[in-house]
């Protein structure tokens, strides 16, 4: 059976923005994959993606709350600020070294967006960390209906990627015990995602189960 895919933008649309070192500890991926996705729609907005017209904002000169401007695909001074501020909306806290950040916290991201832009932000998760197809159809319905990037989790409290891309496919296994045999159809999904790790990590597919979607809406 042939795959199905659906994008949102490109890879050269993708912001390359990583973790750095924050308060002796890493900043979080939390903080890090809300700043990819509040980038990526302000630079629609800039570019004349009709959808994002007029949310322009959400980055600011030196990623503060001053004039406008379009935030940078490489990382820099004002993106590390973007983030920073993100780190402290959401409530990321050092564990083992690594920046954590609960599900029930990501929300907390809306403090950034508030005064910069009018885009909304939408958030599900499971407290436990349970993969739920609901979850995943989130993610899946803003790349393929929006054409837009959503943040999931993979890992419980372990990583916050940004999906761009997903993909589906129908197959049928067939299975036999002694003498009876029968077919099942089978649905394999994918999420293409940018896993916040700069240039080197913003295209890898991984299974589409997730515990956690987060959603922008201009």
């Known amino acids: 059976m042939s795959w199905n895919y659906f994008w949102a933008g490109s890879a050269g649309d993708q912001p390359r923005y990583n973790q750095f070192t924050y308060g002796g ?3 979080g991926c939390g903080p890090v994959a809300w700043a990819i996705l509040f980038a990526w729609a302000d630079r629609q907005a800039a ?3 009709a959808y994002w017209a007029g949310r322009n904002g959400l980055y600011r000169v030196g990623g503060g709350r001053g004039a406008d401007a379009v935030a940078p695909i ?18 990321t806290f050092c564990a083992f070294g690594s920046g954590a950040t609960t599900p029930w916290d990501m929300p907390g991201a809306w403090r950034y967006v508030n005064g910069r832009s009018y885009t909304r932000l939408s958030t599900h998760w499971n407290t436990f960390g349970v993969h739920e197809t609901r979850l995943a159809n989130y993610a899946a319905e803003s790349i393929a209906y929006r054409r837009t990037p959503a943040v999931i989790g993979t890992g419980w409290l372990s ?3 940004v999906a761009w891309g997903y993909a589906w496919q129908r197959r049928v296994v067939r299975h036999s015990f002694l003498w009876w045999s029968w077919e099942e159809t089978v649905t394999d999904t994918a999420f293409y995602v940018n896993q916040g790790w700069g240039g080197g990590g913003n295209g890898e597919w991984i299974d589409a189960g997730t515990w956690f979607a987060g959603e922008i809406y201009p």
């Open 25 to 27: 500890c890493a900043v």
């Open 159 to 161: 990583h916050y990627p």
């Open 74 to 91: 490489a990382q820099d001074a004002g993106v590390n600020a973007m983030i920073t501020e993100l780190h402290h909306a959401v409530g």
């Open 47 to 49: 570019g004349g993606n």
